[in-house]
């Protein structure tokens, strides 16, 4: 417990009782000697309806303190929760079923600690604080959990220990622009990636896209501590989703893996036509190569690929499906290893296609652990079409967006705002709004919403300062003809700000600015019968540049209407509504996938790159 870092994870509790006052103790860590007046050093426990979490630290100063801080989760009995309790040494976290419910800043260190403490469940050592419930299992860690990895968690319902923990790197390609990607894992020392070459494009919502040798991806130094991890487990585990742009190259074309300091090929996954190569080099063995038969058979599905090894054998897996696995014994000697994607740095083919996420693990991945990661997928992971006429490369892609929801959290009420632009913006849904197994939400009325919690001011405020916005929705409607249904606005009280209606077979587009602005009203405008044909998923984005408003369906532009003025007369209390209006009046039905909010300009090059 003197690591300075702790997570207790309370995996599967049940309150039986509500009725419980005076911080029933759900978990303790005491102390034999008084601490800052109190006996307990850690404690999660359960007041009534809500959640409490005990730390007591050594300030910088050297003064002691022990606090109790309220999470805002309101239990229910005869319902499981996961509950998560982290510290970090600087800040102090509460997770319930993957949601942040508290954050504090709690700076200093644990040395005072008593190593002859007591590790309690149920109650506390004076017996004065019972606890009423079922619990299915306990986990401490001497590491605070990242969120992805409580998440992880909380959708797997397994204890760490099994899946996230031996994660050494994560790339999830979120940056949108620039030639770095970071190493998201929180594991040890981050393995940074960066862009070699010109023939690499961002793709969004998420990915890179390799167009043309030479082109590549390379950590920034090398991947020892990725090395040293596997070493010491014996194990080693990578995980890549990707989009092929040719069923027909010619290989093997290096997709990813490891290359030494001299050139050598360590570990490679290539394609080689509708095949995929698995090579590794261990100290008893050469490179050998193996190849799957014809596992690749289309251009617009995203394939995951996972690629093994236990010490014993090497394994590769295509969406969930045992594909190669052949005897692979000894050890990973390698010598000053990087990692490589796209094309290996030693005058190898290059590959074509998108990489959308990339894992590498200390561990070898079972065939229910491959088949549960291709089935947990991110809805952000899909195919992205090739457009002739759309120039993605890196000096033509917009900054991150302001505001992002990507609708993966699966069960829940709270969408999490993903953009990492300044404090997080989360939205609620209604009761009744169901979630999509593979992400999303199906509204079908007739009063369900989805509204912001707070109000969208960091967007309002980004908008009005570079007096341009666009918003971007990926929706798919019920009904072809609905009337008047909103399918995304900002509000305030009754005035929208800025709407995208669903009108019986048309699009309308509603915006007040200090232009169009008459008796508080805004300006709508109408693309006829975009959406008369069908009810498959629909790209939906609407900018405006200070001059000009335009709609974009399916990459296509359907409305483009002269509107000047300014958005200084937007409030910044105005909140945010999905599918419905803030009166409930304007029901829409169909499935949202994702939204986001950006404060500039996406012009028609920007919405073909992420169509």
């Not at 002859?116 to 860690?141: I, P, R």
Request: proline share 3%; with cysteine.
């Amino acid at each position: 417990y003197k690591r300075q870092v702790s997570t207790q994870s309370t995996w599967g509790i049940v309150p039986s009782s509500l009725n419980i006052s005076g911080l029933a103790r759900i978990m303790t860590i005491t102390s034999t000697t008084r601490l800052c007046d109190a006996e307990d050093a850690l404690a999660l426990a359960q007041d009534g309806t809500t959640l409490w979490f005990l730390l007591s630290i050594m300030t910088k100063n050297g003064s002691c303190a022990t606090q109790w801080h309220q999470s805002p989760v309101v239990l229910n009995v005869s319902t499981a929760y996961h509950v998560v309790a982290s510290w970090d040494g600087e800040t102090k976290q509460v997770y319930v079923n993957g949601e942040l419910q508290l954050r504090e800043s709690v700076t200093g260190g644990i040395s005072h600690w008593d190593e002859t403490g007591l590790f309690l469940l149920g109650n506390d050592e004076s017996l004065a604080h019972q606890w009423q419930g079922h619990m299915y299992g306990v986990v401490v860690y001497s590491k605070a959990l990242s969120e992805q990895q409580v998440q992880h968690n909380f959708h797997k319902a397994v204890p760490l220990k099994a899946y996230s923990f031996p994660l050494k790197a994560l790339y999830e390609f979120k940056e949108s622009n620039g030639r770095i990607i970071h190493d998201t894992s929180g594991e040890g020392l981050p393995v940074t990636l960066e862009m070699i070459r010109y023939g690499v494009q961002w793709v969004r919502p998420r990915g890179v896209r390799f167009t043309s040798p030479p082109a590549m991806l390379r950590s920034v130094g090398t991947a020892m501590s990725l090395l040293k991890a596997v070493r010491s487990a014996g194990a080693l585990t990578v995980e890549i989703w990707v989009s092929l742009s040719r069923l027909d190259l010619g290989g093997p074309a290096h997709i990813i893996g490891f290359t030494g300091v001299t050139g050598q090929l360590l570990c490679t996954i290539a394609q080689d036509g509708a095949t995929l190569w698995f090579m590794l080099a261990t100290h008893t063995s050469t490179a050998q190569w193996h190849q799957t038969s014809s596992v690749l058979t289309s251009t617009t599905s995203a394939y995951h690929i996972v690629a093994t090894w236990d010490g014993q054998r090497k394994t590769l897996y295509v969406n969930g499906v045992q594909q190669l696995q052949e005897q692979a014994g000894g050890s990973l000697e390698w010598e000053e290893p990087s990692l490589y994607l796209g094309n290996s740095g030693a005058s190898t083919q290059q590959w074509l296609g998108t990489v959308h996420i990339v894992a590498v693990y200390a561990k070898a991945f079972s065939s229910s652990e491959a088949q549960y990661n291709y089935g947990f997928s991110d809805t952000t992971i899909h195919p992205t079409a090739v457009h002739t006429n759309a120039t993605c490369s890196l000096r033509h892609v917009a900054t991150a967006p302001t505001l992002m929801y990507s609708f993966r959290e699966l069960k829940g009420t709270l969408v999490r705002d993903t953009s990492g632009q300044g404090s997080p913006l989360n939205l609620a849904l209604s009761s009744t709004i169901t979630w999509l197994p593979s992400g999303g939400v199906d509204i079908k009325g007739p009063r369900d919403i989805v509204r912001s919690l707070q109000p969208a001011t960091k967007f309002i405020m980004a908008a009005q300062a570079s007096h341009s916005f666009t918003v971007e929705v990926w929706v798919t409607p019920e009904m072809v003809s609905q009337a008047t249904g909103q399918i995304l606005g900002i509000q305030n009280g009754s005035t929208p700000l800025l709407s995208i209606i669903h009108n019986n077979t048309d699009l309308v587009y509603q915006l007040l600015t200090t232009d169009t602005m008459t008796g508080g009203a805004s300006q709508m405008h109408v693309s006829s019968q975009v959406l008369a044909n069908n009810l498959t998923r629909h790209h939906i984005v609407a900018t405006w540049d200070g001059a000009w408003k335009k709609l974009y369906v399916n990459g296509q532009t359907v409305l483009q209407v002269a509107v000047g003025g300014t958005l200084h007369n937007w409030p910044q209390s105005a909140l945010i509504y999905i599918g419905n209006g803030g009166q409930l009046h304007h029901q829409w039905v169909g499935k949202v996938y994702s939204v986001t909010f950006y404060s500039l300009l996406l012009n028609h090059t920007h919405v073909l790159c992420v169509d």
